[in-house]
């Protein structure tokens, strides 16, 4: 009983006294539910895979975003983690697909170019069934570092960069605008290339 307690007191917003009340209840239930919820846990650490196109977390090859014959392909939306494509999703206003980076160029951690699905997305790009693509880091330093580098890597190809609206203030996360100004922004997305001072 210990050990499920402290297990349990160890995931984000359950202190000891929830997880111990979780735990009461479980033992009051069939040893049935015990194991499907275990079960189901183990099977959606394992068997949680990355889709081989865009990098979002998928149970399947290709995730259900990429395989969707409704989507926009032609246009690519470049976030820095999984929980963005969520919060883009949930605005509602996006029909793009995805292409998720793993993080934001950031010597200061030793995360470089070639730690970041960068190459991935050249890639798609370069395989010439993509018009647009388009930035959607946050308006941090490492963001913009990021932007700059994926530009300056797509220069060459014959598409439209675009960059969200940032009515999103300097130094927000995505993850902190709310769906609204998230989806105006995106509306509102400018070209890249305006956005450097020549
Ligand atoms: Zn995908």
């Known amino acids: 009983m210990e050990g499920a307690v402290s297990e349990i007191s160890r995931l984000p917003?359950?202190?000891?006294?929830?997880a111990l009340r979780l735990a009461l209840?479980?033992?009051r239930e069939d040893v049935a539910t015990s194991v499907s919820l275990g079960e189901a846990?183990?099977?959606?650490?394992?068997g949680i895979r990355y889709c081989k196109?865009?990098?979002?977390i998928s149970e399947t090859e290709t995730c259900p975003i990429c395989a969707d014959g409704r989507r926009d392909k032609s246009t690519v939306c470049v976030v820095e983690n999984v929980k963005d494509v969520l919060i883009f999703e949930n605005t509602g206003s996006y029909r793009g697909?995805?292409?998720?980076?793993g993080g934001v160029i950031s010597p200061?951690?030793?995360i470089g170019p070639d730690k970041l699905q960068i190459d991935s997305l050249v890639e798609r790009v370069a395989s010439g069934n993509i018009n647009e693509v388009i930035l959607a880091l946050g308006a941090t330093m490492e963001g913009d570092t990021t932007d700059y580098y994926i530009y300056k890597r797509l220069e060459r190809y014959d598409i439209k960069v675009t960059q969200l609206a940032r009515g999103?203030?300097?130094g927000n996360e995505i993850e902190y605008t709310d769906e609204i100004t998230l989806g105006r922004s995106l509306l509102n997305r400018t070209?890249?290339?305006d956005t450097i001072i020549k």
């Open 13 to 18: 917003g359950i202190g000891r006294k929830t």
């Open 25 to 27: 209840h479980l033992l």
């Open 41 to 46: 846990i183990i099977n959606m650490r394992k």
């Open 53 to 56: 196109v865009c990098h979002n």
């Open 97 to 101: 697909l995805y292409h998720v980076l």
């Open 108 to 110: 200061i951690d030793g």
């Open 168 to 170: 999103v203030s300097v």
């Open 191 to 193: 070209l890249f290339s």
